[in-house]
T-cell receptor
Framework: NAGVTQTPKFQVLKTGQSMTLQCAQD?????MYWYRQDPGMGLRLIYY???????DKGEVPNGYNVSRLNKREFSLRLESAAPSQTSVYFC?????????????FGQGTRLTVV | RKEVEQDPGPFNVPEGATVAFNCTYS??????FFWYRQDCRKEPKLLMS???SGNEDGRFTAQLNRASQYISLLIRDSKLSDSATYLC???????????FGKGTRLHILP
């Protein structure tokens, strides 16, 4: 059971570099999410997508872009990485609106920007 | 004001004791509520959903108070393995946004 798969698991970037974090789910879920987690800050929502073709800003969207490529995939792009974006990034998915079910998480991507 | 707020702790509790956490949310339109557990910066995992009438799962009891806009988690007969961070989660059905609290760290002491 793959569930939610994130790639890469670890990444080191130089300031100003760009990269895309990939997320794919095989559970036919409608909703997908990107969070970042910093020490003492819990998980903060960056962007989410309630269905294919739609995306919405979360709590901390600045410096990020997302693409809901299809129902399975939801990518997060850092156009010009900054040290403040050093964090652990989690992708999640859940069946969809009006379904009182849990969200399933990937194992996280640990990103360091130097 | 953050949409979901929790006391970050840490709560240091002797094994066998009962411990309770509260979480407040600011948006009265919130529809679904959950408690997640997270170990050592691993991915969060569902502990239990929170239903309007309250619900229990073994040693864990969750309550929802819509009038006062808070949810609670009670852990009875705590075990060393309960040491973790407990995350309060609120979901808005209208657009399926999910917001996490900062989490409450729990240390069970032998």
């Amino acid at each position: 059971n793959a569930g939610v798969t994130q790639t890469p698991k670890f990444q080191v970037l130089k300031t100003g570099q760009s990269m895309t974090l990939q997320c794919a789910q095989d559970m036919n879920h409608n909703s997908m999410y990107w969070y970042r987690q910093d020490p003492g800050m819990g998980l903060r929502l960056i962007y989410y997508s309630a269905s294919e073709g739609t995306t919405d800003k979360g709590e901390v969207p600045n410096g990020y872009n997302v693409s809901r490529l299809n129902k399975r995939e939801f990518s997060l792009r850092l156009e010009s990485a900054a040290p403040s974006q050093t964090s652990v990034y989690f992708c999640a998915s859940r069946p969809g609106v009006f379904m009182n079910t849990e969200a399933f998480f990937g194992q996280g991507t640990r990103l360091t920007v130097v | 004001r953050k949409e979901v707020e929790q006391d970050p702790g840490p709560f240091n509790v002797p094994e066998g004791a009962t411990v309770a956490f509260n979480c407040t949310y600011s948006n009265s339109a919130s529809q679904s509520f959950f408690w997640y557990r997270q170990d050592c910066r691993k991915e969060p995992k569902l502990l239990m959903s929170v239903y309007s009438s309250g619900n229990e799962d073994g040693r864990f009891t969750a309550q929802l108070n819509r009038a006062s806009q808070y949810i609670s988690l009670l852990i009875r007969d705590s075990k060393l393995s309960d040491s973790a961070t407990y995350l309060c989660v609120v979901n808005w059905n209208r657009d399926d946004k999910i917001i996490f609290g900062k989490g409450t760290r729990l240390h069970i002491l032998p």
